[in-house]
């Protein structure tokens, strides 16, 4: 079995900082895709980011120049770091990643971390 576990979230003003980590632990062989995605009350979960094993990079329209996110293949852990944070980037934001095992290779999300924008 894996888990992957959320850290980080929390209110922050607008215009601040916030860095969130997702760490997978269990019986990994090997990640490929990790990402975050959010959703808002009311509205359907979207992709914010997404990297490779490799590293190469996939955001959303909304977040491009403002969020960044990398990975530890060593620590099997990312991250996001979301900079001028706007009152539309509050929501749960869920990691997710593709986890090759004995059982094959599945998708796993996390239990999602709340992340508040507000004055």
């Known amino acids: 079995q894996v888990q992957l576990v959320e850290s980080g979230g929390g209110l922050v003003q607008p215009g601040g900082s916030l860095r969130v980590s997702c760490a997978a632990s269990g019986s990994i062989f090997s990640i490929y895709t990790m990402g975050w995605y959010r959703q808002a009350p009311g509205k359907q979960r979207e992709l914010v980011a997404s990297i490779g094993r490799g590293g190469s990079t996939n955001y959303a329209d909304s977040v491009k120049g403002r969020f960044t996110i990398s990975r530890d293949n060593g620590k099997n852990t990312e991250y996001l770091q979301m900079n001028s944070l706007k009152p539309e980037d509050t929501a749960v934001y869920y990691c997710?990643?593709?986890?090759?095992?004995?059982?094959?290779?599945?998708?796993?999300w996390g239990q999602g971390t709340q992340v508040t924008v507000s004055s």
């Open positions: 997710n990643a593709d986890v090759k095992n004995a059982a094959g290779l599945r998708n796993y």
